[in-house]
């Protein structure tokens, strides 16, 4: 079927604004958007820029606003969004961070909010004979947080970070930290309090829940959010009791 791709262009050396451009391609409703983009590249315009690698919902890369809705090219279908022949779709980069070139933005914010929170195991106890062994269960509580692919959805679709707080964390930051702070092998919470224990880190999340609408894993990223922000608090209250018992 014949489909209009609207797609947002920006050559930030010729461009003062981003503005829409059309392009009419020939695509099945079973063909992905990520297809419709890489013959508009191939075949109509080389220079449309966008990100994308595995092209199989792994790497995270080609995430971007498709009808107004974050979501990953490689993994939405053109039937998907309803097209019919004649139809058109807009192509948008995520929001939230700075437009870098046509549908890429500068994703540094966003990994620098993630490295902040020391997304790996931190623990000096020796491992012991067996290393660190973990039950099915003690597994299983952090099972949702290691689906994150570091797409960028999330911090794009969240309202905290577009309309209040700029400078909020974001979800993804915080659901990588809670990857850790649930993991029974893991003894680092004291030293991701820093990035995650502020006005602009855990505490700015106002539960909005646009995060766990559009993740593309469906990770349940609000409910990881709450359950850090319980546990941060079940932690000073068992400082403070400390402080009362000396
Ligand atoms: S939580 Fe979901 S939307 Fe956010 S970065 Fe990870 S995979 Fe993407
Ligand atoms: S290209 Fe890797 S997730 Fe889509």
Redesign the pocket.
Known sequence: MLITFQIQRYDPEKDASPHFEDYEIELEPESRV?DGLVRIKTYVDGSLAFR???????????AMLIDGEER????TLLRDLGAKPGGRIRIEPLKGLPLQRDLMVDQEKFFDAYRSVKPYLINDEPPGPKERIQSPAEREAIDEPTKC?L?GSCYSACPVIREKNPEFLGPAAVLNASRFVFDSRDRGLPERLPALDRPDGIWACESKFRCTQVCPRGIKVTKSINLTKARIETLRSIKKKAMGDL
Request: some cysteine.
């Open positions: 990520l994308k690698s595995c092209a199989h919902g792994i790497c995270g890369s080609d990953l090219a490689c993994k692919i797409c």
